[in-house]
């Protein structure tokens, strides 16, 4: 997978449940923190667009697990975009520092809503377009 941006991160206790592992909740956390991150990085503020009545909403996300972090765990999250449709597809995976072994792989599918509407939404793609996985 070709990845287009990367966020690292650092596991904060408060993250961890009982047995010292990262909630599995906070993945998607990560994930959604990347994603606003990597809009941004591309010249896109939630904001701005809420303000001309565009509203990207998530519509799936599915997350494998593949091993646990822990506490002060140093991790990094990389995304990959394309489009099918009406969607956005962004792939996202989560590999611990140093050793970059595999954590998490999610998918998250979002859609846009323009003036409360389901569309296709021409803001978004030309900020994203040169962004697209193209193989995917």
């Given at each position: ?35 606003h991150?990597?809009?941004l ?29 822990r ?30 072994k ?35």
């Amino acid at each position: 997978m070709q990845y287009v941006f990367e966020l690292k991160f650092k596991v904060r206790d408060y993250e961890c449940d009982l047995e010292g592992i990262v909630n599995n909740a906070n993945y998607q956390h990560y994930m959604e923190h990347t994603r606003h991150e990597f809009m941004l990085s591309a010249g896109l503020s939630f904001a701005d667009m809420y303000a001309q009545g565009i509203t990207p909403v998530v519509a799936r996300i599915t997350i494998s697990y593949k091993m646990p972090l822990r506490s002060r765990d140093e991790f990094v999250s990389k995304l990959s975009v394309r489009k099918e449709g009406v969607r956005y597809v962004f792939l996202q995976d989560i590999f611990r520092l140093p050793d970059m072994k595999l954590v998490a792989r999610g998918r998250v599918d979002t859609v846009c809503l323009v003036q409360g509407r389901l569309k296709e939404c021409a803001e978004l793609e030309k900020y994203l377009e040169p962004y697209f996985d193209k193989e995917g």
